[in-house]
């Protein structure tokens, strides 16, 4: 059974698509007005091994708010749907990466409650190219909403802004990739005590 999910979201504010294939082989098209956050987003295709297609145009005119955020909402939408009823998936994930002088770790489980903590020092009024540091914890809580999955963002210590985003959405690609895998001893079980992980 495929594990994709196509999601449109489109408002006076943003247009988006993304496309996703949990069990791809990191192929890639990201089209944003945000030239670090399509970097990212590659990133996440090709650290998570996603097929992952993202086509985003929004009102950067007033800044890039809307986009980076509106972007997470649509991921996270199409991971829940991606992942179905997750019957046989690990649900677990952890990455601890280091970037140089940075080490950060991400952990996620989609066990089908959003819960978000970031943990992440030295990033206010930083900027790298035109992407406002501040917007990646906007990203990944928007992702947590709507991928209904905890999701926890640890910045152990680091210095340097780019390298923390950078290795952040590395480690969330590590994370998720391994939370959304399939455990063939599971036997397609629901991996909770309760039964189910979309109730």
Not at 41 to 48: P, S, Y
Not at 63 to 84: I, K
Not at 119 to 140: P, Q, R
Not at 150 to 174: P, S
């Amino acid at each position: 059974m495929a594990r994709t999910a196509t999601v449109e979201r489109n408002t006076k504010e943003t247009q988006i698509r993304v496309e996703l294939d949990l069990d791809g082989t990191g192929a890639r098209t990201v089209e944003t007005p945000v030239p670090f956050f399509s970097h990212m987003l590659d990133a996440v295709a090709r650290h998570g091994v996603f097929d992952l297609t993202v086509k985003a145009a929004g009102d950067i005119e007033i800044d890039a708010h809307h986009t980076v955020e509106d972007v997470g909402l649509a991921l996270g939408t199409a991971f829940e749907q991606a992942l179905g009823d997750r019957a046989g998936i690990v649900r677990y994930g952890s990455a601890t990466l280091p970037m140089d002088e940075v080490l950060a770790t991400v952990a996620v489980d989609f066990c089908g409650r959003p819960a978000f903590v970031w943990n992440v020092a030295g990033l206010d009024g930083k900027w790298i190219g035109d992407f406002d540091c501040e917007l990646a914890k906007e990203f990944f809580a928007a992702f947590a909403t709507r991928a209904q999955c905890n999701l926890h963002v640890l910045l152990h210590y680091g210095g340097n802004a780019h390298h923390t985003i950078e290795v952040i959405f590395k480690a969330f690609a590590r994370a998720c990739d391994a939370a959304s895998r399939v455990d063939p001893r599971l036997g397609g079980a629901v991996p909770s005590t309760k039964g189910t992980l979309t109730t």
